[in-house]
């Protein structure tokens, strides 16, 4: 059976591996290289959590903290330390698909659904917007 801490805890796993890389080292005719497959994140400044458990669930940190770097896998280039945010009102497509033309009004808005981890959400009136 799935339980919701089950599926807490691989929910940024998940997520993350998925964009993340990994260094492996291979063997050549010349000795060891190291490889980078993937994307490093691991200086990642921010990392958002949307919908589902991150935005409702009763532990935001523990479900974010499943997609960050692991000292037990120092091969995954995952995020080290980065501020764990949280997008309460599932808009990430709204803002991505803006950022381009209008990049001042995307971080508007997306300033506006995000907040960090362990904070409550803004209160927002019958428009949507923040009060």
């Given at each position: 059976?799935?339980?919701?801490?089950?599926?807490?805890?691989?929910?940024a796993e998940l997520a993350v591996t998925r964009?993340?890389?990994?260094?492996?080292?291979?063997?050549?005719?010349?000795?060891p290289v190291s490889v980078q497959t993937g994307?490093?994140?691991?200086?990642?400044?921010?990392?958002?959590?949307?919908?589902?458990?991150?935005?409702?669930?009763?532990?935001?940190?523990?479900?974010?903290?499943?997609?960050?770097?692991?000292?037990?896998?120092?091969?995954?280039?995952?995020?080290?330390?980065?501020?764990?945010?949280?997008?309460?009102?599932?808009?990430?497509?709204?803002?991505?698909?803006?950022?381009?033309?209008?990049?001042?009004?995307?971080?508007?808005?997306?300033?506006?659904?995000?907040?960090?981890?362990?904070?409550?959400?803004?209160?927002?009136?019958?428009?949507?917007?923040?009060?």
């Open positions: 059976m799935v339980t919701v801490g089950l599926v807490r805890e691989f929910t964009h993340a890389g990994s260094v492996a080292i291979v063997q050549t005719v010349t000795g994307k490093e994140l691991g200086s990642l400044a921010t990392l958002i959590g949307t919908g589902g458990i991150p935005a409702h669930g009763q532990d935001a940190a523990a479900a974010l903290a499943t997609g960050l770097a692991d000292p037990a896998e120092p091969p995954s280039l995952k995020p080290k330390n980065p501020a764990l945010l949280v997008d309460s009102g599932y808009v990430p497509f709204a803002y991505g698909l803006s950022a381009e033309k209008e990049p001042d009004a995307a971080l508007t808005l997306g300033s506006a659904h995000m907040h960090p981890v362990g904070e409550r959400p803004r209160e927002r009136n019958k428009n949507g917007r923040t009060a």
